[in-house]
């Protein structure tokens, strides 16, 4: 999962949820001093594949699950 497909993944968590990616990230960006010069997109990629119960063509329609949109 790319971090564009993460990024369209995170309207969907609870605000726990939301808290515990964010503390995650804070974490991932300030490990070994990296906060200055780690790009948050490099750390965001490290949740790639954690999302789990997706439907196998989520990325290729992901407005249809998330605002209804027809389906490509």
Partial sequence: ??????MAELPK????????????????LCRDGLAAGRHWGQAL?????TV???PA???ANHDHYLHGAPKR
């Fill in 57 to 59: 063509d989520y990325a």
């Fill in 45 to 49: 990629g490290e949740f790639a594949g």
């Fill in 1 to 6: 999962m790319s971090a564009t497909e993460i």
């Fill in 13 to 28: 968590l609870t605000r726990p949820e939301l808290e515990a990616v964010g503390a995650r990230l804070h974490e991932l």
């Fill in 52 to 54: 789990e119960e997706l």
